[in-house]
């Protein structure tokens, strides 16, 4: 059954201006320890703010999957996003989050970018 669905659309020049005007600050708010690591080994200015607006636009579709926004006891360091030897990506969830459902939840996501936007679809489902 589908808890949640959540979208969000973010424009790449937009973080771009973040990471320039607030350098490691944003990336620390935005990006958990494992996903700046990745970032930091992408040697395209270009490619690295994709990267982000990806990540970005993510974490706000999980909110919004999850009813809350960020706030409330959520943060973008609750959620990461990985990937599958595949390359599909996945939403790694802090267990804070999960332990809100007395019930098992799995969580989908989609991610797509296209020259001056990244989108995120996320869909929480429970499993029972």
Do not use: C
């Amino acid at each position: 059954m589908i808890i949640g669905i959540g979208t969000d659309l973010v424009e790449i020049s937009r973080v771009t201006q973040s990471v320039e005007r607030l350098g490691e600050r944003f990336i620390d708010r935005i990006l958990t320890p494992d996903e700046k690591a990745r970032w930091a080994q992408i040697n395209n200015a270009d490619k690295a703010n994709a990267y982000v607006a990806k990540r970005f636009a993510a974490k706000e579709a999980a909110v919004k999957a999850l009813g809350t926004g960020i706030g409330s006891g959520v943060s973008f360091q609750h959620f990461s996003v990985g990937n599958l030897p595949s390359g599909q990506p996945i939403l790694i969830v802090d267990d804070s989050i999960t332990a809100r459902y007395e019930f098992p939840v799995s969580w989908h996501l989609s991610l797509t970018d296209e020259k001056a936007y990244a989108q995120a679809f996320v869909v929480l489902e429970s499993k029972g």
